[in-house]
């Protein structure tokens, strides 16, 4: 699965939950980074999280430290994004993305090869 594909967004109320999925190599011969984005309308796509493959190294933007997990299984090449403690400033699309190559900043989106289509993200106050 070279093209990331979503699935899991949807709305919520805040407090509430989502998991996200996405279908991609998570062969670390072929992909070294694999990240969540989100954007939200009239705003800038902004890292929310990622996952190193060789290392299992994981990282978070602070606005989503401490409720947002991402994890993958390898077996079924999928990432995972686990959304806990929703907040209306959470809504937007959600992108996965792959990189093949080493980065230096994961927040940038120009260091990934690979986007999905996105899934969306409601959450209501």
């Known amino acids: 699965q070279v093209q990331p594909v979503e699935s899991g967004g949807g709305s919520v109320q805040a407090g509430g939950s989502l998991r996200l999925s996405c279908a991609a190599s998570?062969?670390?011969?072929?992909?070294?980074?694999m990240g969540w984005f989100r954007q939200a309308p009239g705003k800038e796509r902004e890292g929310v999280a990622c996952?190193?493959?060789?290392?299992?190294?994981?990282y978070y933007a602070d606005s989503v430290k401490g409720r947002f997990t991402i994890s993958r299984d390898n077996a079924k090449n999928t990432l995972y994004l686990q959304m806990n403690s929703l907040k209306p400033e959470d809504t937007a699309m959600y992108y996965c993305?792959?990189?093949?190559?080493?980065?230096?900043?994961?927040?940038?989106?120009?260091?990934?090869?690979?986007w999905g289509q996105g899934t969306q993200v409601t959450v209501s106050s």
């Open positions: 998570t062969d670390t011969s072929f992909t070294r980074y």
């Open positions: 996952l190193h493959t060789n290392s299992g190294t994981t």
């Open positions: 993305a792959t990189s093949r190559q080493r980065i230096i900043s994961w927040t940038s989106p120009v260091a990934y090869n690979y």
